[in-house]
T-cell receptor, first 114, second 111 residues
């Protein structure tokens, strides 16, 4: 059974640019959630995708958007990058909605915005 | 909104000691509570999941308890080892589509 994978591992961008992060869910899981973890903080929920539709969103602006594909993999897109977007971005998959099922996390993508 | 607090923020213990990490949450209407381990700069590894109807879960040297009515959970680590050094995060499943995290306890086990 393949676990949750994320790409790329590290990314460096400049302010104002756009970035796309990718996540492959664990086999058999139909839900992907994205989290932002700033240094020294706990992860903060960005949004969740369930059966290819956004199903719940945290306190993040519209420049954070996403997609889920028929194979349940997912992308996180961030437009107009700001310095405060520098963080570890974590993807988690589950067999059902995030709040009620066990979450399995990927290794994360470290984004640095200069 | 669910608020999750973890105490202490950091803990340093000698190898072999038993220890307890604490997690509290403000809204008792939860689906589950999950404990994770995070090594520096890495993703999260799930340690234990307690459903809201359960009181505790055990895995090896780890035991997690849940008292929903008081909004508390503890993670007990027996006979600590240097390899246990990491940040431990608790997360509460509250609402159908959200997981609320604490800020973690950074554990150092001294050989």
């Amino acid at each position: 059974e393949t676990g949750v994978t994320q790409s790329p591992t590290h990314l460096i961008k400049t302010r104002g640019q756009q970035v796309t992060l990718r996540c492959s869910s664990q086999s058999g899981h139909n839900t992907v959630s994205w989290y932002q973890q700033a240094l020294g903080q706990g992860p903060q929920f960005i949004f969740q995708y369930y059966r290819e539709e956004e199903n719940g969103r945290g306190n993040f602006p519209p420049r954070f958007s996403g997609l889920q594909f028929p194979n349940y993999s997912s992308e996180l897109n961030v437009n107009a990058l700001e310095l405060d977007d520098s963080a570890l971005y974590l993807c988690a998959s589950s067999a059902g909605l995030a709040g009620s099922r066990e979450q399995f996390f990927g290794p994360g993508t470290r984004l640095t915005v200069l | 909104k669910q608020e999750v607090t973890q105490i202490p923020a950091a803990l340093s213990v000698p190898e072999g000691e038993n220890l307890v990490l604490n997690c509290s949450f403000t809204d008792s209407a939860i689906y589950n509570l999950q404990w994770f381990r995070q090594d520096p700069g890495k993703g999260l590894t799930s340690l234990l999941l307690i459903q809201s109807s359960q009181r505790e879960q055990t895995s090896g040297r780890l035991n997690a308890s849940l008292d929903k009515s008081s909004g508390r959970s503890t993670l007990y680590i027996a006979a600590s080892q240097p390899g246990d050094s990491a940040t431990y995060l608790c997360a509460v499943g509250s609402g159908a589509n959200n997981l609320f995290f604490g800020t973690g306890t950074r554990l150092t086990v001294i050989p």
